[in-house]
């Protein structure tokens, strides 16, 4: 099945916001198989929307067009795809009084021209579930398909998920269920992750493409490491999952303690800190960190997952000198050291009442300091009086990733330490 | 002049890697007044590539694409545009020494590929400038011009502001000069700044569309504040100068106390957190944060600008609640108040050592805290005894949303206590 992304919106002409939205829809329809060869970003204009659903309509079976779903008088899109279907556009009743209660639900009130987002074109259908305030539209055209989905993020991801993507699926005919199965690993690079799955990428690529062998695609993350997914197709869900939890198994033997997470694909939920801070709930254990480099960036991070506060004290974010022999009890002498950070992890424990502290201390950069270069960092890891030390070289990289990646690998070291894992 | 942009590379399409270079790119030819109706995104094939330069240069007088002029097999844009303009591509000798001299300097080994990036389709010319190791391309085809930039985003803005724009400039025939200026603005909402630059607004709408007269454009980012761009076209520098000034002076004026940067338009340097810094710099005093929603993330934005340690000493992130008394001397009593606000920012001023505390303490959610609603935070600045405090009230956003808006607004207190500014 051949797919075409269609973005809406003058502000993304104007360079006023990103795309995210096509970006996201096309690891989606990646994920399942489904080819896209072009995507194109147009603005609220009638005969300009009209012309790119045409011409995405002539190369593909399936467009999906964001955003112009609104109600103000830019929201356009279900106007050009009425013109592509050359149908009228109708009020629905039932979709109105829903979109009423909606409103009424939130709180919010609801004036006449939110009645267009009850709109939708002869033929077509809106989509069962509401994200926001409005629907998106499931239209024919011929024996191809438009799907119509607002442009706010959130809402644009709740739609595809309840109601486009399993319409594709029915769509695609093949009556086979897709599972995947993702790895989340940090410490080797991209290259030597794949050195260490080659047998089954070798396996993989021997056996025929049939219904039946999985795959595995690597996904490198922004600096939280790389996700190896693992995806089976078969004639039924329990045939599927078997094929896949048969090669996950091999695939976390090869991987070994490259893996800090695994389940469903899900970013949020895998993301370092929230992995630490799951497996600290665990085990009943608090958590403080002493900051200096990242300035805060670790809690930061830390307690954007939401519950931290179970485990979450709090820190020191040290970054004179003297606030790190102060209030951390840090001795005099180099402040870029193993030993300072170990002071400081468990400086941090004993001033803030935690069972485990983080800390790192290193050089962001632009200058040196102490004739250290940027890029050089020390993390520490403390149990108590258990500290566990490393110094990270990240020379000749940005500041902003320097400090993102001293907090990742302070996460990545801690998990190790719980679990007994080597570095 | 009507531009298209056409990003190359088929990660693009898998959603592997989100297209800034479009965003960027777009802003920049809106900053300009040229007009760009359309951008496509296209993976790493030579057939579809050719299909849509054609079709956007049947749309377009200029088009700008990105990616694919690499030294790899896939990077193919080269050959793209040498089959659109009906000729074949030849190895440049001059730009092949330049090309490995550039190796040489960077101390990279130049591999055979790498001779790749010296062919240039017959009647095109390299861009002066070489960003990373290898040149642009300004290709005419017909009336009409192919610009290629590479993929790799600083490569891309290095060599479209060095070649690119004054070439289209240049071509666009209009011997002006464009300047700009912009007003970073952070307190009122969009509405309420469009508001006090309406009679401004009303003036240059009713005002002949000439060159001489300036145009406002307004931009909102992301939670930083929205941006007023002032942009004047001119004959010749001076004159644009003196345009540019005069309607600077009036906006300033009706914007007042909103204003709380503004110059070139550059959103690192006019970044809240990076406008305080420099404002207790040229003051000589220095800061310290007392964290609790925000978990450290107060502390982070301050030590992304290069030179914090100048003004940053640190911060307690005074997550636990027993954290607040224990460390920073708050009494007993709810937490979500300013009066604890107040106290954690005094304390973090004694405890820390510095001239000025900023404090924040609120509910980031998803749960309610002492009855308090998620969204309600309470934020102080104290100049040792000398505390500001306030309660915001970002209900019905969500948590990540909740905690940057706090670091903003706080920044925005500080700055205008210290300018004696209202709120």
């Not at 996201?24 to 072009?38: H, K, N, Q, S």
């Not at 080659?198 to 999985?214: H, M, V």
């Not at 902003?400 to 190790?416: C, G, K, P, S, V």
Request: aromatic share 4%.
């Amino acid at each position: 099945m051949r797919c075409e992304i269609v973005a809406v919106g003058t502000e993304l002409l104007l360079g006023q916001i990103v795309d995210t939205n096509s970006t996201w829809l096309a690891e989606r329809l990646a994920t399942f198989g489904m080819d896209c060869y072009f995507q194109t970003r147009v603005g609220d204009n009638l005969a300009r929307i009209e012309q790119t659903l045409r011409l995405a309509l002539s190369r593909a079976d399936v467009v999906i067009v964001c955003g112009g779903l609104g109600p103000t008088q830019d929201d356009i899109t279900r106007q050009a795809i009425a013109n592509v279907m050359s149908v009228p556009l109708q009020r629905d009743p039932t979709l109105l009084a829903r979109i009423k209660a909606m409103f009424h639900q939130r709180g919010r009130p609801f004036t006449d021209n939110n009645a267009a987002q009850a709109d939708v074109p002869v033929g077509a259908r809106a989509t069962e579930a509401i994200a926001g305030t409005a629907p998106g539209l499931i239209c024919p055209v011929g024996e191809k398909h438009i799907y119509a989905l607002p442009g706010v993020p959130w809402e644009m991801r709740a739609l595809f998920e309840a109601d486009v993507l399993p319409d594709l699926l029915l769509r695609r005919g093949d009556a086979t269920t897709i599972v995947s199965h993702t790895l989340y690993c940090l410490g080797p690079g991209e290259s030597a992750i794949a050195a260490r799955l080659a047998p089954r990428l070798q396996a993989l690529d021997a056996a025929p493409k049939t219904t039946g062998n999985p795959t595995i695609a690597f996904l490198a993350s922004d600096f939280s490491g790389i996700r190896v997914r693992i995806t089976a197709k078969a004639a039924d869900a329990e045939k599927a999952r078997q094929v896949l939890e048969k090669e996950a198994y091999e695939a976390r033997a090869l991987l070994g303690d490259a893996v800090f997470s695994e389940g469903e694909d899900d970013p949020v939920y895998h993301l370092p800190e929230a992995v630490v801070l799951r497996l600290l709930a665990e085990r009943g254990q608090t958590l403080a960190v002493a900051e200096s480099l990242t300035g805060g960036g670790i809690g930061a991070r830390l307690t954007s997952v939401a519950g931290a506060s179970r485990v979450f004290r709090g820190g020191i974010v040290a970054y004179a000198s003297d606030v790190k022999s102060e209030l951390l009890g840090v001795p005099p002498g180099p402040v870029i050291s193993e030993e300072t950070a170990a002071h400081m992890a468990r400086g941090v424990c004993r001033v803030l009442h935690a069972d485990v502290g983080l800390a790192a201390t290193g050089v962001a950069g632009p200058d040196s300091q102490e004739g250290v270069p940027p890029g050089i960092v020390c993390i520490a890891v403390a149990f108590g009086d258990d500290v566990t030390t490393r110094t990270l070289n990240f020379t000749n990289r940005p500041r902003e990733q320097i400090r993102i990646l001293t907090a990742t690998f302070l996460f990545d070291m801690l998990r190790r330490k719980i679990r007994g894992q080597s570095e």
